[in-house]
Structure formats: C-alpha cells, structure tokens
C-alpha cells in the first residue's frame, strides 16, 4: 500500500513508512462513549462546558507542554542568595500554564458550585480530558477540590478558605492567603513509620492561644507550594484533623520546612515532598480525636479522582496505539488491518469504554448523594473504592500493551507512553495501595450493609440478560453471605469481580450489544484472560474498533 505520510528525505534514505506528527484534534469529537457516558449521565450543560476543554486540551500546542512539564521537573529552593529560608519549588512555565487551563476555567471547583447539578460529572469528565495532556498536574487541581467537604466541617475555616479555593483564577504567588486572587490546598498525612496506618503518626499538636502549633514531620506532603495543607497530628483528645496555611495569620512564612523533593518513579511534573513541621501555626478542623473521620470526605473525593486518571491515560494510550496501526504497513498491510492487532486494541479500547462507564456513574452518585437520594448516597460510599482498585490494576498491562503496539518507538520518550507507562503505577498507590482498598471495602460492606443493596439494585436491571454475568453474581452473592474476616484472604478477587460486574452492567444498559457482550465474555466468561488481546471466537472487532475514533 501507498505511504501517505510527508516525505522526508535524509542524506542516507528516505523516511518512509511511519505515521504522520500529530496535530491538533478535539478529545471529546474523537471519543464517542465519553459523548454518550455525558449524555445519559449528566446535564445538557456539562458537555457543553467540557466542548472548549476538549478541543484546548487534544491541541499541539497543549500536549507538547504536558511534555515539556515532564522534561524540565520542578526544582527546590530552600534559601534565597542571602540565606534566608525559602521553602520554594519553582515550576517551569509549562506547568503554570496547565494549571492556568483547569483552574482558571474552573475545573477544580466546578462539582461545588453545582453541586447536586451535574457539578461532579464535570468535574470527573474533566479530569479524564486533563489527564490526557499530562497526570501529574492534576493532583494539586484534585487536592484542591477534595478539600472543599473538609473545611465545612468548621464553619469559621469554611468561611475563610472557602472562597479563595472556589475562586476560578490560579495564582502561584508565594503569598499570604488574603492578598491572593485564587487558592490551591494539598495534603499531608503519612509518615515514615505508619504509611497508610496513619493512627500511628507521631506528629504533635499543642495549644497556642486560638491556634496550635505542629511538630513532626510527614514523608510525602503533595503538591508543596499550595497556600494551606490538610494535615493529622496527635493531640491529648487522640488524632485530630488540622490546616496549615503556607503563612501564619500575621502574615509571616510558617514553619514548614521542606526536607528534600522525591525523586519519583513518574508523575514527573509534580513535586511531592517530605517535610519537618518546626512548631508550624495550623488551626484544628472537625472535632479533636476525629482526625479521621474529618480527612475521609477528603480521601472520599481525591479516591474518585484517582479511579478516573487511569482511565484518561489509558484512553491516550489507545488513541496513540491506534492512530500508529492505522498508518503502518506490515508485512503488506496496515497493522489496524491485521486480525491479530485489531483483537488486541479491541480488547483495549473495551477497557477504556467500560471505566469510562464506572468513573462517570461513580460521579453521578456523588451528586445523587448531595440531593439525598439514600440509593445513590449508598452507591458512594462504595463505587470509588471499587473503580479505585480495579482501573490502577488494569492501567500498567494497558500501557505496556499499547507500548508493544508501537514497537520500539513507543519505548522512546518522544512518544508518550513511555511517560504514561511510569505514570501508571502512582494511583494505585496514592490515597491506599490495593491491599488497603480492599479492606476499605470489606470495611464499607460491613458497617453500611445498604450499600450492599445499593449494588443488588444496580444489578437486578440487568439480571437475565447475559448468562456469564448471571453466573458472576451468583458467585458474588454466596460471597458476599460470608462474614469479612471469611473474605480477608479473597478481598482482592471480591473487588475485582464486583468492579468487573458494574462495569458489564452499564455496559448492558447502555453500550451496543456487540460492545456489552464481548466485554461479559471476555471478563466473565470462560476464556477470560488477565492478557489483553484475547478475545472469544467470532468478537465483533470492527464494531468495537469503530467506536475509537479518529
């Protein structure tokens, strides 16, 4: 077949054979069930905002900053020439320029100001767009939204922080919180002798006046250039919940020192840190003793957010695996014309679609929940630890798939999947590995048994539709009749299965058949396989490989 690709002539040889340079295209024209996910889940006006965003986001001009982000990582500054202390990271302006995109158009504070509207599903959708031009600066964008259910549990911080984090302007000024247009929030918790058994923390807060002052360290403190940071300290009441604004209210640096920047695996672009708390002004949120309980509704949000990020990497990589296919030959035909990689992408693009699904009837849950609908309340408690757990797992075997779809050119940083292949791991990490998920969720399924009957609605709709998803939740019902420390050793394989389950149920509903049954048969049924790229005899790949888009 022709190359229709721009020649290129080198003193040696021709460059034939390789597909065209990117260029610009919109991320949501291109992506038909996010169009479809938007219009059953969501309000008219949500696509309608999201319609700038997704032609912004898939232009040239962005995704080279999101590789620029990554290239160029944020630097530390602990003293200025004169030996003062800065405690500063400094960003490259590629970085300042995307968060100026989600925050400025309001990105982080969009499921607040229409709460119970649609304001979630904006949000999520959003983040499965942004992601797509580079994951690492959506943190401080998701920290700053999930800190917003937090701070109302002290009406005084709410009225003071609240409208700078609603503010649609970024603004990375080091100053103190009252001479800034616009506010970001990160978050402290783990230290290095508790990790995610954060009751074990060491750190210290003691009265001053109508504050407290903080001593201790934390090992990972994300996003160190915020203007306030939820964080947990020991008081004589047990764990408690505090802010640490980046200045003291008189208008000085407070005492939070930074240790070092890690250097990460991935998620390049961000900085994470660790830091000593040296007697830091904060100011206690929640009730003393209930440190917990408070910083829940933060991990609550920032868990759904990290259930939708692999989502949106893994649509990347589709599209980037898929555009390469379609325009190179192989032995004497395009690779998107060979059965055995179109099986493979295929069977990708079924997992994109069926996350897709999950993230947005997981948001649609959380603005049920804001209009006290006790079903779709029982739903969020759930479904984020779930699509948490089962989208990470799947994540990393995606990129490297999509990777060898490509060749050796996918294994070079001009491409991104290099870039998404270290990025894959860090969610799965963040906010609980897998092991604590599951029992997170052994956790929510005892204690909120209404969830469970929340999950049995969803799947009495489609019961009797298709038989190995029947057997699915025949299995899942004798599980679920055993008692939590029966399932300790199986949490792994009940997260897995339910997650499955929902994600063949939306698809049921709501996808074509041809999508929706070849996803049951090849999750649920017998030739299921943790490979990608095998599928049943007689998948219908065109149909499933239509659906991708440009």
């Not at 500063?88 to 100026?100: N, Q």
């Not at 230290?191 to 750190?203: A, M, P």
């Not at 910083?295 to 990497?313: F, K, S």
């Amino acid at each position: 077949m022709r190359d229709n690709a721009p020649r290129c002539h080198l003193a040696t040889h021709e460059v034939l054979n390789q597909p065209d340079t990117p260029s610009d295209c919109d991320l949501i024209a291109s992506d038909l069930p996010l169009r479809e996910a938007l219009e059953r889940e969501a309000p008219s006006w949500v696509a309608e905002r999201l319609a700038a965003l997704g032609r912004d986001l898939g232009s040239a001009h962005v995704q080279a900053l999101g590789e620029t982000a990554n290239r160029h990582p944020p630097e530390l500054r602990l003293f200025d020439r004169h030996g003062r202390r800065l405690d500063e990271v400094r960003y490259h302006p590629a970085y300042h320029e995307l968060m100026h995109l989600a925050i400025d158009n309001g990105w982080h504070a969009v499921a607040w100001h229409e709460e119970g509207n649609g304001g979630h599903q904006a949000h999520v959708a959003a983040l499965y767009l942004l992601t797509q031009a580079e994951p690492g600066f959506c943190c401080p964008v998701t920290m700053t939204h999930a800190a917003m259910p937090v701070l109302r549990r002290s009406p005084e911080i709410e009225a003071e922080w609240a409208a700078g984090l609603l503010a649609n302007a970024y603004d990375p000024r080091a100053l103190p919180a009252q001479e800034k247009r616009g506010l970001t929030f990160g978050m402290a918790m783990t230290e290095k002798q508790g990790g995610s058994d954060v009751r074990r923390n060491t750190t210290r807060a003691e009265r001053d006046g109508e504050g407290w002052r903080l001593t201790g360290h934390k090992w990972f403190c994300s996003a160190p250039m915020s203007d306030a940071f939820l964080t947990l300290a020991q008081t004589d009441a047990g764990l408690s919940c505090f802010l640490a604004p980046r200045f003291t209210p008189d208008g000085e640096r407070n005492a939070i020192e930074i240790q070092r920047l890690k250097e990460k695996c991935g998620n390049r672009a961000n900085a994470s840190a660790e830091i000593e708390y040296r007697g830091a002004w904060a100011t206690l949120v929640g009730e003393p003793g209930r440190g917990v309980a408070t910083i829940i509704d933060m991990v609550q949000q920032t868990r759904l957010d990290a259930a939708t990020a692999p989502v949106g990497m893994m649509r990347q990589a589709l599209s980037e695996a898929w555009r390469h296919a379609r325009q190179r030959h192989a032995f004497g035909r395009a690779l998107a014309e060979q059965p055995l990689m179109q099986a493979v992408i295929a069977d990708l693009a079924l997992e994109v679609e069926a996350g897709l699904a999950l993230a947005l009837r997981t948001a649609r849950a959380f603005d049920g929940d804001a209009r006290g609908e006790a079903h779709e309340t029982a739903l969020a408690r759930v479904l984020p630890t779930l699509a948490k757990y089962w989208h990470n797992k799947r994540g990393p075997g995606f990129m490297a798939e999509a990777m060898e779809c490509l060749g050796g050119i996918g294994y070079v940083e001009e491409t991104p999947l290099a870039r998404l292949y270290r990025e894959a791991p860090v969610n799965s990490i963040w906010e609980g590995s897998g092991n604590v998920i599951c029992l997170d969720l052994l956790r929510v399924l005892t204690r909120h048994p209404e969830s469970i009957a929340a999950l049995r609605r969803e799947f009495s709709a489609v019961q009797g539709m298709q038989q190995d998803l029947d057997l699915a939740l025949a299995g899942l019902e004798r599980d679920l009749s055993q008692p939590a420390e029966a399932l300790e050793p199986r949490a792994r394989w009940l997260a897995q299965r339910l997650a499955q389950s929902l994600q063949a149920a939306l698809l049921l509903r709501h996808a074509p058949n041809e999508v929706a049954e070849t996803f049951c048969r090849s999750r649920l049924g017998v030739e299921a396989s943790p490979a990608y790229g095998v599928l049943p005899e007689g998948s219908p790949l065109a149909t499933i490989l239509a659906r991708i888009g440009d």
